[in-house]
């Protein structure tokens, strides 16, 4: 038995939804622990793509249980989508369960993400406008509509009422938008109840019964490290805690629970939206990082910023995490380059700085100080084994694995599943053997 955490080491957009399905064959259970419909998971099986939101990249593995955890916020409608989308294509949702707890977003928290996101203007924050961070808001502030009050047919309506009534003064006094009619949203809204009732599950307990059965249970997180509300780039951040600490919080279970912390992280280095990149690249590799990796978001489509790797926030990540392995991916983008650079420290008013500033205006100074690697100049994308791999990739995988201070048992050549190298099983392969570098397995 062994429960995993698996997280983004980066600012998201790592390709966890494909390491998440790779793992799901040894899982029981798969639990997503944050976030909203504001993240996306692409997973490629031979010839089918699929995109998903809310539902747990497991939910393809079909005696996998699938679990959308109290800490994530619901958007009915995407999630009744999702989940019609996702049985067309002939995959079962029986084993899809919803937290009680989770919280609801509402139309007016999709209408206030957007019109507060205008309202910035310059100082814009990035926002996917799905509504995610107002319905985090409203939970802080104790005013939020939980999945379990959608099943009360007494108490919602004035309970949704009120709400609507609340948001209805700042759509229109603050944002000159049109009020919403609480009899409309309440009637949309029982209508979602109806329809996911079946789904609708005490979800720690139901966690704590796969713990005491000794399943294996796979936590996956939405977004990156870098994104955290408490521990990224603040304030170009998500509104939720997407690292490992937050997996015990939104799942609802204990730290002793878990036994190892995966971290995803690309062979360079992505961000979509704004705020400080100091590897971000303007030129001709910057565009051949975005067309060859696709690098599209999920769930806005909006290109991604793209630049080389960034061991200053790789290492980052590894201490917040507390990481055990990593999962590199899309190695392959960088089959063409004639020499890659990482990035080993920062340049910040002429002192070199080898950890991640807290302060947003100083991490906006800093410059990418760089080491330089001679590239490949071939394809990897058939290799399955590390001794396949052109010694230069294989080199600059031990580069990384050493300037980051873990492991990697994982590497990703492609979006299919059989495009990857397994160096450790991180579930079922012994912990011990995963501390070694990844020198010792070539």
Not at 63 to 71: A, F, K, L, V, W
Not at 225 to 250: E, F, K, R
Not at 267 to 296: C, K, N, S, W
């Amino acid at each position: 038995m062994a429960n995993v955490i698996v997280i983004g080491a980066q600012w998201g957009d790592e390709g966890k939804g494909k390491i998440t399905d790779l793992l799901s064959r040894s899982a029981d259970v798969v639990v997503r622990y944050q976030g909203g419909v504001n993240a996306g998971h692409t997973v490629v099986v031979r010839d089918r793509t699929f995109k998903l939101h809310l539902i747990p990249s497991g939910i393809l593995y079909p005696n996998t249980e699938c679990i959308i955890g109290s800490g994530t916020v619901i958007d009915p409608q995407v999630l009744i989508e999702e989940i019609d989308r996702i049985e067309a294509l002939g995959i079962s949702s029986e084993n899809l369960y919803i937290s009680q707890t989770a919280h609801v977003t509402m139309p007016y928290h999709r209408l206030i993400d957007q019109a507060s996101e205008e309202k910035r203007g310059k100082h814009k924050i990035g926002t996917t406008k799905r509504g995610i961070g107002p319905t985090y808001a409203d939970k802080s502030e104790r005013a939020g509509i939980r999945v379990i009050d959608l099943l009360d047919k007494e108490g919602l309506p004035d309970l949704m009422t009120r709400s609507v009534k609340a948001k209805n003064e700042v759509l229109e006094k603050l944002y000159g938008l049109e009020p919403l009619k609480a009899e409309d949203v309440i009637e949309q809204y029982f209508q979602y109840a109806d329809r996911l009732r079946s789904h609708i599950v005490d979800s720690s307990l139901k966690i704590d019964d796969a713990v005491r059965s000794r399943k294996n249970i796979l936590f996956e997180g939405a977004q990156g490290t870098l994104l955290d509300l408490d521990h990224g780039t603040y304030p170009y951040v998500t509104s939720s805690n997407p690292i490992s600490g937050g997996a015990c919080v939104g799942a609802g279970v204990g730290p002793t629970i878990i036994d190892r912390v995966i971290g995803v992280a690309k062979a360079y280095t992505t961000r979509v939206g704004e705020g400080p990149f100091p590897t971000e690249l303007h030129d001709e590799i910057g565009t051949l990082l975005g067309d060859r990796g696709a690098e599209f978001g999920t769930t806005t489509g909006r290109r991604r910023r793209c630049g080389w790797f960034d061991a200053v926030i790789g290492r980052y990540a590894v201490r917040i995490n507390g990481l055990d392995c990593l999962a590199i991916t899309k190695l392959d983008v960088l089959d063409s380059l004639e020499e890659i650079k990482v990035c080993v420290a920062y340049d910040a008013d002429g002192e070199k700085c080898n950890h991640l500033p807290n302060s947003t205006a100083q991490f906006a100074k800093c410059r990418p100080i760089y080491e330089t690697l001679p590239g490949w100049k071939q394809s990897t994308e058939e290799c399955r084994a590390l001794e396949d791999l052109p010694k230069e990739a294989l080199d600059y995988l031990k580069f990384l694995a050493e300037l980051m201070e873990v492991p990697i048992a994982i590497v990703s050549l492609g979006a299919s599943r059989d495009q990857t190298i397994i160096v450790e099983d991180p579930i079922h392969g012994p912990k011990r053997a995963l501390l070694q570098p990844i020198a010792n397995n070539s």
